[in-house]
């Protein structure tokens, strides 16, 4: 899978689980909060961020949906820059869509606070803190197939990382591997997530060829992981209990999306691979 294909393929899982429940037959409403229904997200890697809200007090057709009674803002608890958010209005499956959008750039490692205030002065205010943006890191570089190999993410803190390992072997249909998922549910500074993998048990899982596949089989000698790094809690809220429009309350948190590509020796080593 291409970068942009593993790009499009996280935004749409996402937006998949966020949007779920859009039945416009109900009358929904929030029994926490009574106020509103407030779904999105803040990537790191964008200048623009889309915030849905929603209003849990009126039916959702057409003529209650038109306009929304919400005032958006999002601040940078680290630095005090508060931005008051525009809304975009959208018009799909019979009701009006209100997306508030971000144009502040999302700083790494930092902490926002989403507050929507209704005329009346009720309010809903969530916050996030944003992932670290770490280097990862592979070691040891270019080794053969039998080598285990560490990839470290540091620091991190209470993130969570999921990913996919890709590789091309000979006469096939290039591989995916995963989701994998790697948690650090520590607040200490320096800690570091890592995942480590030897790249035969890599090869052995490719599809159909009875584990005989080894690192000289790749046409590519290396192996590319897509990852994606998720504020605390937010990837287990989105894949754990998939949003529903009607029933939750929340669905906010920040994320950034990479790539890694770690170089393999795809000489042959004995045993078993040079008598092959």
Known sequence: MSPEKFAVWFVFSLLALLLAGCDN????????????SIYGSLDVNKNRNEIRVR????????????????????????????EALD??????????????????????????????T??????????TTAPTYPAPVAEPVNEKCYTPIEITFE??????????????????RKTRLGPFVIRNDSELTGE???????????????PGTLGRYRCTDLIIPRFEFYYAHYSPGFYESIVDNPFDA????????????DQLFVPIDTGRVCPPDCVR
């Not at 005329?119 to 916050?127: K, M, N, P, W, Y």
């Not at 620091?155 to 096939?172: L, S």
């Open 192 to 206: 570091a997530a890592t995942y480590t993998f030897t790249p035969v048990d890599l090869m052995k899982l490719v």
């Open 118 to 127: 209704r005329s009346d002065g009720e309010q809903v205010i969530l916050t």
């Open 25 to 36: 037959s109900l009358e929904p409403l929030d029994r926490d909060t009574g106020v509103y």
């Open 246 to 257: 009607f029933e939750s309350t929340q669905r906010f948190g920040a994320y950034y999306e």
């Open 155 to 172: 620091p991190v803190y209470e993130t969570t990382i999921a990913f996919f390992i890709e590789f091309q072997p000979r006469d096939v």
């Open 55 to 82: 209003d849990l007090n009126v039916p959702f057709n057409t003529d209650a949906t038109a306009e929304i009674d919400a005032a958006v803002t999002l601040e940078n608890l680290n630095s005090g820059l508060v």
């Open 87 to 116: 809304s975009e209005r959208f018009f799909e499956a019979g009701v009006y869509h209100h997306n508030f959008i971000v144009t502040q750039n999302i700083e790494p490692y930092a902490d926002y606070q989403l507050t929507v």
